[in-house]
């Protein structure tokens, strides 16, 4: 029997906000252990919680961005459990009410353009960090990310394979960054992803046993803990064994899902609502007012740079990956309007300098600015693509502009027909051998004579006059 995946994906996304959600302790990442706490995310006896505003603003920037309809009134659950990490012994979430509901996400598909839909999208506090010592049977509590405000985006069961997974993840994240509320910084744990999979026959509507995957930290390790649950759920079924319904987590050292709890239901966790936390009511005056202060979005910036640029798809595509990648284009086309030039120098030239330093392009030492001088210095003919590219990497290596560089270096291209032309007849005249046998059919040795015209040039000669030339010469 064929059998299809049912995968749906719970992403927490910590939002940038200077604050926590319920207190005013900082929520910065990399403090000391402890040193970002309070009495109320401590969770003390008679303190009470006062909601941060910019968290509920910034989850209906993410509502609306995903095409959500935002509740009128939201409210506050806690959600009962006890872990060493959760001072309070419940943690305050949405479970009846939420923020948002019944949005959707556009990402591309296995087999083309697929609509991912959003059950819900609603705010919470994340829970603290338990660090288990290498060496002793011990663990030290971490209350830092105690009450750190999140917010947690649930799809639907909507998506059919792991490459979808990844590809729907990488869209949230995406707009996640343009709206400028969450960093999506896995490693650092500011955005995480669960993913719930089950196994039915192929074709067939109804649902299998779910299962919980947890501890996957990247893009990758999402596809590649969906791949290996796929397989081992399609073993079971095939030797007609019973799935069972648990929380798995994935071992990247191993490459295996191994088990960790029994899969929690929503009234294992006694959800009730908060009483200390007022129900969240949001007028449409609020809502037109975010929805105002919107960015373009990933998708309609796509198609704005293939229309008004003229980008390929895949250009386009690449350049609006991030928000301030696409910025630094538009940027460097407003000084020197080439639009498919610069877009081949950034996703070659400065892609990879940047992927080699392990540099974000906020933090890019080529200015946009440079960048367009580069070019235009390039397409005027003034120097050559060889010296642009070694123009390039000393721009990048010490934040300098290309004209000073070029300046300094001497490396103005040289493009006087008549200089060239004396440098091809000298090393013509040198190399008599090498003209017969070219002339006898060796058309190979052109490349010898570009060769010895550079070395007579050092470098400089306009290869589009000097080929030109040469093959007057040789073919005279």
């Known amino acids: 029997m064929e059998f299809e995946p049912v995968i749906g994906l719970e992403i927490h996304a910590q939002l940038k906000t200077e604050s926590k959600i319920f207190c005013g302790c900082s929520t910065k990442f990399g403090g000391s252990p402890n040193t970002h706490t309070c009495p109320v995310c401590l969770g003390m006896p008679g303190v009470l919680p006062v909601l941060n505003r910019k968290v509920v603003e910034y989850t209906m920037r993410m509502a609306l961005a995903t095409h959500c309809t935002i509740a009128p009134v939201c409210r506050f659950a806690r959600k009962n459990y006890f872990y060493p990490d959760l001072p309070k012994g419940y943690q305050i979430s949405q479970y009846e009410l939420p923020l948002a509901t019944e949005g959707w996400m556009e990402i591309e598909g296995t087999n083309g353009a697929r609509r991912i839909r959003i059950h819900r999208i609603h705010m919470e506090e994340d829970a603290g960090k338990l660090i288990h010592d290498e060496y002793q049977p011990l663990s030290y509590v971490d209350l830092n990310r105690t009450g750190v405000p999140l917010i947690e985006i649930v799809s639907e069961p909507d998506i059919a394979t792991p490459e979808e997974a990844a590809s729907y993840l990488r869209a949230i994240r995406e707009v996640l960054r343009y709206l400028d509320i969450c960093d999506g910084n896995m490693e650092e744990g500011s955005m995480r992803c669960d993913a719930n999979i089950s196994l039915r026959p192929a074709g067939t509507s109804g649902l299998g046993t779910k299962v919980e995957l947890k501890n996957m930290n990247s893009f990758k390790n ?127 030239e400065l892609m990879r300098e940047l992927n080699r330093s392990d540099r974000e392009i906020e933090d890019c030492p080529v200015s946009p600015g440079n960048l367009a001088e580069l070019v235009r210095l390039l397409d005027s003919g003034v ?61 190979k040795l052109i490349g010898f004579f570009v060769g010895q015209v550079m070395r007579k040039t050092k470098g400089k000669a306009n290869p589009q006059i000097l080929n030109d030339i040469l093959k007057t010469k040789l073919h005279g």
Request: proline share 5%.
């Open 222 to 348: 999402v596809q590649k803990g969906l791949e290996f649950e796929i397989r081992r759920q399609k073993v079971m079924l095939e030797r007609g064994e019973t799935i069972i319904q648990e929380t798995r987590l994935w071992d990247a050292g191993r490459n295996v899902t191994v088990s960790m709890r029994g899969k929690e239901e929503a009234n294992d966790y006694r959800y009730f609502p908060d009483p200390d936390l007022a129900p969240v009511e949001i007028g449409e005056e609020w809502a037109a007012e975010v929805r105002a202060s919107l960015p373009e979005l990933p998708e309609a910036k796509r198609e704005r740079f293939a229309g008004e640029y003229g980008l390929p798809p895949y250009d386009a595509q690449v350049l609006t990956s991030s928000r301030f990648l696409a910025d630094y284009f538009e940027a460097a086309n407003k000084q020197f309007a080439r639009p498919k030039l610069l877009s081949n120098w950034i996703m070659s």
């Open 383 to 443: 120097i050559s693509g060889k010296m642009a590219k070694a123009v390039f990497e000393e721009m990048f290596a010490s934040g300098r502009s290309a004209q000073s560089i070029v300046d300094e270096k001497g490396l103005v291209q040289v493009s006087d027909q008549a200089e060239i032309e004396s440098a091809v007849d000298l090393v013509l005249s040198e190399n008599p051998k090498e003209v017969a046998q070219y002339k006898a059919g060796k058309d």
